[in-house]
Nanobody, 127 residues
Framework: VQLVESGGGLVQPGGSLRLSCASSGSNLDYYSIGWFRQAPGKEREAVSCISKDDGSTYYADSVRGRFTISRDNAKNTVYLQMSGLKSEDTAVYYC?????????????????????WGQGTQVTVSS
C-alpha cells in the first residue's frame, strides 16, 4: 500500500484541521489505517487508528475527545479530524496501513506491520 497525507498547516490554539490519507493504488477497505505523529526530538507515536474488520477506532489518551478518525470508502480516503488543537499537537503527521489485525494500542498484533508511510504533513499549532 502506498499512502499520501495532506491537510496540514498552521493553526492557532483551539483551531481545527482535517488531515487526509489517500491511496491511488490500493483499496483501503482492506487495510487498517493508523495516524502517527513525530515532533522534533521525540519518537513517533500512534495518534489514532481504525480497524478494517469492524471499523473500531482507537485514540491516544492525549487526543481522545478532540480527534476523530473516519473512512470515506467512496473516496478511498481516511480522515483525521482534529479540533481543540494545542501547541503540543505540533508535529509531522503520517498515516500507514496494514491488512493485519489491529489491537487497541494501534499495534498490528497479527499480520504485516504498518507500511506505506507517506512523506507526512506538517501540523503547527501556534499563535
Amino acid at each position: 500500500v502506498q499512502l499520501v497525507e495532506s491537510g496540514g498547516g498552521l493553526v492557532q490554539p483551539g483551531g481545527s484541521l482535517r488531515l487526509s490519507c489517500a491511496s491511488s493504488g490500493s483499496n483501503l477497505d482492506y487495510y487498517s489505517i493508523g495516524w502517527f505523529r513525530q515532533a522534533p526530538g521525540k519518537e513517533r507515536e500512534a495518534v489514532s487508528c481504525i480497524s478494517k474488520d469492524d471499523g473500531s477506532t482507537y485514540y491516544a489518551d492525549s487526543v481522545r475527545g478532540r480527534f476523530t478518525i473516519s473512512r470515506d470508502n467512496a473516496k478511498n480516503t481516511v480522515y483525521l479530524q482534529m479540533s481543540g488543537l494545542k501547541s503540543e499537537d505540533t508535529a509531522v503527521y503520517y498515516c500507514a496501513g496494514s491488512p493485519g489485525i489491529l489491537d487497541p494500542r494501534c499495534v498490528i498484533k497479527a499480520g504485516p506491520p504498518f507500511a506505506g508511510w507517506g512523506q507526512g504533513t506538517q501540523v503547527t499549532v501556534s499563535s
